[in-house]
Nanobody, 130 residues
Framework: QVPLVESGGGSVQAGDSLRLSCAQSGRSFGSFAMGWFRQAAGKEQEFVAAIDWSGISTDYADSVKGRFTISKDSAKNTVYLQMNSVKPEDTAVYYC???????????????????????WGQGTQVTVSS
């Protein structure tokens, strides 16, 4: 497990942009695949996006494809989630996760009950008002 700390959440209007950050404390950031998940009140946690250790391969939930972008900056040990054209249905607590296996993260897109990533952040609230 590696420590993960999310930041950047807040309250925005529909159509606005927001960027979430997830900082990893550790010297092996480059070997981890990273992902973002979210959980709205009263709903199950769902996959949002994932990026492999190289930063080349990414995957997105259909609900955010074309609006959200995941990226990583290895020099800063940080992964980002750029959220554009946000909608009220994007309101949720967003969690960062890390695993040495990209497919452990990406598989949760269609198999939410699958094996869980090894590391999780504490979550950051995003609220989108109409």
């Amino acid at each position: 497990q590696v420590p993960l700390v999310e930041s950047g959440g807040g309250s925005v209007q529909a159509g606005d942009s927001l960027r979430l950050s997830c900082a990893q404390s550790g010297r092996s950031f480059g070997s981890f695949a990273m992902g973002w998940f979210r959980q709205a009140a009263g709903k199950e946690q769902e996959f949002v996006a994932a990026i492999d250790w190289s930063g080349i391969s990414t995957d997105y939930a259909d609900s955010v494809k074309g609006r959200f972008t995941i990226s990583k900056d290895s020099a800063k040990n940080t992964v980002y989630l750029q959220m554009n054209s946000v909608k009220p249905e994007d309101t949720a607590v967003y969690y960062c996760a890390a695993d040495t296996d990209f497919w452990t993260l990406a598989r949760l897109k269609n198999t939410p009950a699958g094996p869980r990533p090894g590391s999780w952040g504490q979550g950051t609230q995003v609220t989108v008002s109409s």
